[in-house]
């Protein structure tokens, strides 16, 4: 993950300083629980993946964006957690969908009526899998890298695709 899409994920711009750092984890910790949140296990590892990025950093972060890419993020999660036979990674601040996506089309592409920020899943022909993006990044290589190059480069978490068996009482 990359100090962009870190800064993204603890909805952080302009100055960053490691107490910055801090107070923004601290905040998405509460805000992303998994006693919170259905989706917050994965959530959390994308949050401390960010807060590793950028504990010791101090610079300009250059998210000009209002948006709360953490919140669409934790939605995006949550929507394909419910896609039976779906794979979710998240690769730096994007969600991959491949497996079983076929019988899922209709929703994924209805997904922008589901997810806050109106921004939903799109579809990537040469990769052949869905994917969620921040609404304002704007796609430099138009899809020139293959799906190794992104994980080597942003790295991967494959999330578990199972609900949570609650026991009975």
Known sequence: MNHHDAAKILNLSGDITPEAVKCAYRQACKKYHPDRNPAGEEMMKAVNAAYAVLKDFTGQANTES???????????????????????????????????????????????K??????????????????????DWTSRGR?????????????????????????AA
Not at 79 to 84: K, V, Y
Not at 99 to 104: I, R
Not at 114 to 132: I, S
Not at 146 to 154: N, T, V
């Open 66 to 112: 209002t948006e709360d890419y953490g919140n669409g993020l934790n939605e995006a999660i949550g929507f394909a957690l419910d896609l039976a036979g779906v794979v979710v990674e998240v690769c730096g601040a994007w969600v991959w969908l491949s497996g079983e996506t076929k019988q899922h089309r209709e929703a994924l592409n209805n997904s922008k």
């Open 143 to 167: 899809g020139a890298w293959s799906m190794d190059d992104i994980r080597a480069e942003h790295g991967s978490t494959t999330v578990k695709n199972q609900k949570k068996k609650i026991a």
């Open 114 to 135: 589901h997810l806050p920020d109106g921004n939903g899943f799109r579809w990537a022909p040469k990769k052949k899998m869905w994917y969620y993006r921040p609404a």
